[in-house]
């Protein structure tokens, strides 16, 4: 009833079609409601309608009682036979049945339709028109008077001063350019479930969706250990931090959070910040307004809150092609080497799954007399064998020898590098950013950058989870691994089915679709049919006619479940007429998809580093299996709240086993010839 072909031939009879943009109808049509989940937002509205609202409250329930009429037919045996379906009676059941799961789905459209003409009825008791012609405008909220845009009841009412400028309209005409260009941002109701990660509900909590767009890289947000010390923090300290660090919310927790973040890294000192974007911004405009005559070399794709940053320190930017070290060097040439220069770069550029040139970049910075500012957003928790990322990851025998340790490893590439940014709310789970670096210029950040001193502090709770998350991944390898494991799957699958993955050797998955409307399409097209949920990327973060879909893969993500991720994603291809790699090659190629001579790019992670080689590789998971938690790294954990929060009191120890399942069926504890404790199983 939502189609936008079927609605053109209703514009005469109907102001507000006759009024409203194409695109904004295509918008209306293709999103679903924000209250009712089951209809779109063209259908909410069009609840409202005295026309339009009694006909779908007939349609919806003819609609209820024909498969409800299937379902209870004494031929619903024949039928199913029909199909080739011969269910087994002992462990069959209603639910099974597809004209069973239609009919549910039928009733909680109607269910939302009540809902909706309910709520739409009320609105029209509450305005008590006063004449006729008012009551059949305000019945109807098509036929609000004086707008040429889908407006609120609110923004239809405002009456603009005579002269006066038209704010709503602004707003409204502004809104309508996104529509345009197909750049509007769409905010789906996906909540991620810890107890059947990566499995979420949408705004309807029964309606189940896989996840493939999360940058909770590893699965830290539901992982057994950090909920427990949040538990332990939030019963011992509350919930807010009291206020901005200098005056009340300077705590244990956040300098012990600061003092892992810097052992991390293996620098002396680090900073925690609300978000990375904050720590970015703040970082680069202090430090850009402070040097005298600072210039900025920023790669083109660097992430916006870098650009934000060094745009407020008013300090000159050039900008390199991304990851071009001869176009870098060259405008590095161009300035006297006494002139205060930083270098801004990422090590996983999250859109293309791209690396940088670390050591290399470090090279030229040494020889022009430049700074170096890394950002790690990406690749922290991700890559080198304690999880610092790609910087360690590229010194990973001598970063592996050395353990633990605090102390750099002079002439490794993560020492060479003077700033490093990171989050903590992708790879580790929790929410905050922060800076590393040396004592001096950490705490020249912390007495000068505005987004540190007048920001209220993160609240002890998620200090703790993001410590305890970090403490966790620095013991334990085996998420990292299996994370790659299952990239490499999903890599070599939609290769097989010519998906156009942009090659890259990072964990990113990015797939190009290269028009906005159909990677808009393409994603509620694997959100409504095969509860897929996998965001699309358009400009302005990626560039016009190269917008995609973002695959994400992480190490709860079974073998089964990414196969028929290939296969569905395979179908959408199909079903919209997405190009496929051979197209793109036909064509020239577009995003290093399909190009000419193109190499096979290697992925960051050898065989050897990921246990191929020496078959200490973890286990891909099928349906039904648990995730492994290891429980020295618990241990270890627990230990480092020990001044806070007093040591873990467990309860009485289980007999020895190698393997311990724990009640939750997403983790296992696991560990060789250690005693996993009992209220691991209580918490896990």
């Given at each position: 009833m939502d189609k936008l072909s079927s609605l053109a031939k209703f514009k005469s009879s109907c102001p507000f079609l006759a009024r409203t943009k194409a695109s904004t109808l295509r918008t209306l049509c293709t999103k679903a409601s924000p209250r009712y989940p089951t209809l779109s937002k063209l259908t909410e509205k069009a609840t409202g309608c005295p026309i339009m609202g009694p006909a779908l409250q007939l349609r919806s329930g003819q609609i209820v009682a024909g498969y409800a009429s299937v379902a209870g037919s004494a031929e619903v045996t024949k039928i199913h036979q029909h199909k080739g379906v011969y269910p087994d009676p002992t462990s069959a059941n209603i639910e099974m049945c597809p004209h069973a799961s239609k009919a549910l789905a039928a009733a909680r459209m109607a269910e939302d339709l009540a809902k909706a003409k309910s709520k739409a009825s009320s609105k029209e008791k509450a305005a008590q028109p006063s004449t006729s012609k008012s009551a059949a405008a305000t019945g109807c909220p098509f036929h609000a008077e004086g707008s040429s845009k889908v407006a609120s009841a609110e923004s239809a009412k405002r009456v603009v001063t005579p002269g006066g400028f038209n704010y709503e309209r602004f707003y409204m005409d502004e809104i309508e350019k996104k529509h345009q260009d197909a750049s509007y941002r769409y905010f789906n109701n996906i909540n991620r479930m810890a107890d059947k990660f990566p499995i979420a509900h949408t705004g309807n909590t029964k309606d189940e969706v896989e996840v493939w767009c999360a940058n909770d890289y590893l699965g830290m947000g539901n992982n057994p250990v950090v909920l427990e010390t949040m538990h332990r923090t939030l019963k011992t300290y509350g919930h807010g931090a009291g206020g901005t660090r200098n005056i009340a919310g300077n705590t244990g927790m956040h300098l012990a959070l600061e003092e892992e973040l810097a052992q991390l890294h293996r620098k002396p000192a680090a900073l925690v910040f609300s978000s990375c974007y904050v720590a970015n911004d703040a970082t680069l405009a202090t430090l850009g307004s402070k040097l005298p005559g600072c210039v900025y070399f920023s790669d083109t794709m660097n992430h916006a809150s870098m650009i934000q940053g060094m745009r407020h320190s008013g300090a000159k930017r050039v900008i390199f092609k991304h990851n071009d070290l001869e176009d870098l060097e060259s405008k590095l040439a161009q300035y006297p080497k006494e002139t205060?220069?930083?270098?801004?770069?990422?090590?996983?550029?999250?859109?293309?799954?791209?690396?940088?040139?670390?050591?290399?970049?470090?090279?030229?910075?040494?020889?022009?007399?430049?700074?170096?500012?890394?950002?790690?957003?990406?690749?922290?928790?991700?890559?080198?064998?304690?999880?610092?990322?790609?910087?360690?990851?590229?010194?990973?025998?001598?970063?592996?020898?050395?353990?633990?340790?605090?102390?750099?490893?002079?002439?490794?590439?993560?020492?060479?590098?003077?700033?490093?940014?990171?989050?903590?709310?992708?790879?580790?789970?929790?929410?905050?950013g922060y800076i590393a670096g040396s004592t001096e210029f950490v705490d020249m950040i912390r007495s000068y950058a505005a987004g540190f001193i007048f920001t209220t502090s993160l609240p002890p709770v998620n200090v703790a989870g993001a410590r305890a998350s970090i403490a966790y991944q620095r013991e334990y390898l085996g998420d990292r691994r299996l994370k790659q494991l299952n990239v490499r799957d999903l890599k070599s699958r939609f290769e097989s089915l010519d998906i156009p993955v942009v090659p890259g050797p990072s964990h990113i998955v990015p797939v190009l679709v290269g028009d906005p409307a159909l990677a808009r399409l393409a994603s509620d097209t694997l959100l409504a049919?095969?509860?897929?949920?996998?965001?699309?990327?358009?400009?302005?973060?990626?560039?016009?006619?190269?917008?995609?879909?973002?695959?994400?893969?992480?190490?709860?993500?079974?073998?089964?479940?990414?196969?028929?991720?290939?296969?569905?994603?395979?179908?959408?291809?199909?079903?919209?007429?997405?190009?496929?790699?051979?197209?793109?090659?036909a064509a020239g190629g577009r995003a290093n998809v399909g190009m000419p001579d193109a190499q096979p790019v290697d992925p960051i992670w050898t065989d050897s580093q990921i246990g191929l080689t020496d078959?200490?590789?973890?286990?891909?998971?099928?349906?039904?299996?648990?995730?492994?938690?290891?429980?020295?790294?618990?241990?270890?954990?627990?230990?480092?709240?020990?001044?806070l929060l007093g040591p873990y009191i467990e309860a009485p120890v289980m007999a020895e086993a190698t393997?311990?399942?724990?009640q939750r069926p997403s983790f296992k504890i696991t560990e060789t010839s250690v005693r996993a404790p009992a209220a691991i199983s209580a918490t896990a």
């Open positions: 205060p220069k930083i270098i801004a770069f990422e090590s996983v550029y999250s859109m293309c799954g791209s690396i940088g040139p670390i050591k290399e970049i470090c090279d030229l910075a040494e020889q022009y007399g430049a700074l170096t500012f890394l950002d790690e957003v990406h690749a922290v928790g991700l890559y080198g064998p304690h999880g610092a990322g790609v910087a360690e990851h590229l010194d990973w025998d001598a970063q592996l020898a050395a353990g633990n340790s605090p102390e750099p490893i002079k002439g490794s590439v993560m020492d060479r590098i003077d700033i490093i940014t990171g989050t903590l709310g992708k790879a580790y789970g929790a929410v905050g049919k095969h509860n897929v949920y996998v965001q699309a990327i358009n400009y302005p973060t990626v560039a016009r006619g190269e917008e995609r879909l973002r695959f994400t893969v992480t190490p709860g993500h079974t073998v089964d479940q990414i196969a028929r991720l290939a296969k569905v994603v395979d179908q959408t291809f199909t079903e919209l007429g997405i190009k496929r790699t051979s197209d793109w090659k078959s200490t590789a973890p286990k891909t998971l099928r349906t039904g299996q648990p995730r492994v938690v290891d429980t020295r790294a618990v241990r270890v954990t627990r230990e480092k709240f020990n001044d393997t311990v399942t724990v």
